[in-house]
């Protein structure tokens, strides 16, 4: 409960909401304890009195019945009723929802189509219809806008109970011999609860609204009993002459309703299981910044990644998923970057360019310097005149990169004019020589096409297109081949390594493929536990690992025609990067580890080309 209420009031929003339906609540529940006139008695001779005279705090009505008095006990029975309706039409529709669900074919089908005749009809219309019926009176307007509202969670509940009566857990209710109801009281509802909650606080203020409006017309509330909506409807004929009486408790519903709408809104965020590892609002535009520590000087490279930590802030935890990476490469030059999932390869890259979503994402020390310019804290401006036009991405999910609206030629020709002023024509020529340079077949065609007409590995050769589009100085490359069959693979690889040597492009290439880098790569690095853990030129490190977990990786590899018939593999798994053991992280997983790999930090040792963070290593530097 203590996380779910962090959570909400972190939505400034729905915290404002909940303040000021908090205030309003604890009015109106005191309303009987305060010294406040009869709402129903008249004085003819006070009417209309104007706000703040007479001992009328807001004035007074048409018959001289204190405004004050009558707003609070009618908001108290507008709230009432409004919560009642919204428990009635949740009850009674969560219900049809849920048994339709369960059990489909026919009582799905006579449930949901009586759900929508009910539909069919416009809801107000099918209010006054019930109200016309039944009698006007508050109780029959309570019963109109629950009956109308009862479509909306059956509809709602339904489609969740659809996807979960398919669910394994629900066939091993089954197989327990557990019957019908209670599978649907302790194994369904408890995950459809949340939906019925998030709707109930997001329907609550439409219901008063409804509510409103029918007494406002008066077939709600009658005479002397004061809701909100009559409220307002005795007022209209002095709107003009004295528009207190209708400000009055049209603010009030104003109030209620946005209240109610910013807290259900804020509800529906803090129950959503996606949402609870970030914000409830959008990343911001650029990676949040706190640096520490001081920051390290310039080099010679063209990109260089000096000391770089990003950790993830999700509550009282913080994962460490960079700590302290350095990384450099020339212009021509390609560096590849290796390590198991989750050893921090991709949030390195992203935090190049401040892609990192914030929150929960934080760079806390560190630099990355483009051609000498530091990026980290860098305005948003500046990166983004950076981002896809001197540093593009590969990124490894073409679907990040493609947008599913637009054609593939389009958002190529929209990638070259976001940082070049050039005509449409001008292009879309570049955008079919792009394409035609990946190697697509059909150029003139495919180029009309969107993302859902390709085929995957067609999308990522769109992807490494649209980051080749304007030339860039460096590439970094997340996993760009994966998607691709091993003839095209090598095709791109090709291309990417003349395009480096033509035009003396950069690429940092994040891969979980030796074969790949021992093709493309002129210097790797090996990532583990957010660390470089050993760094050389590719083809020393190949031939002589020095660090136990690169030789390790190494011997992972299968070597076809080798008469090896057992694959070998790394005992153990990554550490979690919020709670990383003393010393080498990698010392739980090694055979060679002594007391000392667990005594405190292990450097990085760098002599000469080569690097090894490991005081045991395979061999001598």
Not at 211 to 235: I, N
Not at 237 to 258: E, K, Y
């Amino acid at each position: 409960m203590i996380a779910f209420l962090k959570l909400l009031f972190r939505n400034k929003l729905a915290t404002l909401g909940a303040v000021v339906l908090t205030v309003i609540v604890i009015l109106v529940l005191m309303t009987p304890l305060l010294p406040l006139p009869d709402p129903d008695v008249t004085a003819t001779a006070d009417r209309f009195k104007r706000p703040l005279t007479g001992g009328h705090l807001l004035g007074t009505d048409h018959l001289g019945r204190d405004l004050l008095s009558r707003l609070l006990w009618g908001t108290r029975l507008s709230l009432a009723v409004g919560v009642a309706a919204a428990v009635i039409a949740a009850f009674l529709g969560s219900a049809i929802g849920i048994t339709a669900g369960y059990f489909g074919g026919k009582v799905d089908n006579i449930f949901m189509r009586g759900v929508d005749m009910l539909m069919a009809f416009p809801y107000i219309l099918l209010a006054l219809a019930i109200v016309a019926a039944l009698g006007p009176g508050l109780m029959n307007a309570l019963i109109a806008v629950a009956a109308v509202n009862v479509p909306f969670f059956a509809r709602n509940i339904r489609g969740i109970t659809v996807g979960l009566a398919g669910r394994e857990f629900i066939d091993a209710a089954r197989l327990a011999g557990m019957g019908h109801t209670r599978i649907i009281l302790t194994e369904l509802l408890p995950n459809v609860l949340p939906v019925i909650i998030i709707a109930m606080s997001t329907t609550v203020g439409w219901m008063i609204l409804e509510t409103a409006g029918l007494s406002f017309l008066g077939l709600g509330s009658q005479p002397p009993q004061a809701d909100l909506g009559s409220m307002l409807g005795e007022a209209r004929s002095a709107l003009i002459s004295h528009p207190h009486t209708s400000v009055v408790p049209g603010i009030m519903i104003f109030l209620i309703v946005m209240s109610i709408n910013l807290l259900g809104d804020g509800v529906r965020d803090a129950l959503d299981p996606r949402l609870r590892s970030g914000a409830l609002s959008r990343p911001l535009p650029t990676t949040l910044v706190d640096r520490k520590g001081e920051v390290p000087p310039a080099t010679d490279d063209l990109l260089a990644i000096q000391e770089l930590a990003t950790q993830f802030h999700v509550g009282k935890r913080i994962y460490r998923a960079v700590d302290g990476v350095s990384l450099a490469v020339k212009p021509g030059e390609c560096l590849g970057v290796i390590g198991e999932s989750g050893s921090g390869k991709s949030v390195t890259a992203l935090s190049v360019m401040g892609l990192v979503a914030s929150p929960p994402g934080v760079i806390t020390g560190g630099a990355v310097r483009f051609q000498g310019e530091d990026l980290v804290g860098a305005p948003y401006e500046t990166l983004r005149r950076r981002r896809g036009d001197r540093v593009a991405y590969i990124f490894q999910d073409p679907l990040s990169t493609l947008h599913p609206l637009y054609t593939v030629g389009h958002q190529l020709a929209e990638s070259i004019q976001s940082h070049h002023d050039v005509s449409s024509s001008e292009a879309r020529n570049r955008a079919i020589q792009l394409l035609k340079d990946v190697r697509i077949p059909n150029v003139e065609s495919r180029l009309d096409n969107y993302p859902h007409e390709m085929s995957g590995g067609m999308r990522q050769r769109v992807g490494i297109a649209m980051a080749m589009a304007n030339e860039p100085d460096v590439i970094i490359a997340d996993e760009p081949t994966t998607a691709l069959d091993v003839t095209v693979q090598a095709q791109i690889l090709a291309l990417l390594n003349d395009l480096r040597r033509e035009r003396g492009l950069a690429i940092i290439f994040i891969t979980h493929d030796f074969g790949v880098v021992a093709q493309l790569c002129d210097r790797m690095a090996v990532m583990y536990a957010g660390r470089i853990v050993e760094e050389g030129p590719t083809g020393d490190v190949l031939a002589h690992p020095l660090h136990p977990y690169t030789k390790r990786l190494i011997a992972c590899v299968p070597e076809l025609g080798e008469g090896r018939r057992e694959l070998a593999a790394i005992p153990g798994l990554p550490p979690v990067v919020d709670d990383l053991p003393p010393g080498c992280s990698f010392a739980p997983r090694c055979d060679k580890a002594q007391d000392r790999c667990r005594a405190g930090d292990v450097s990085l040792d760098r002599s000469g080309v080569r690097a090894v963070r490991c005081l045991y290593p395979e061999e001598a530097l």
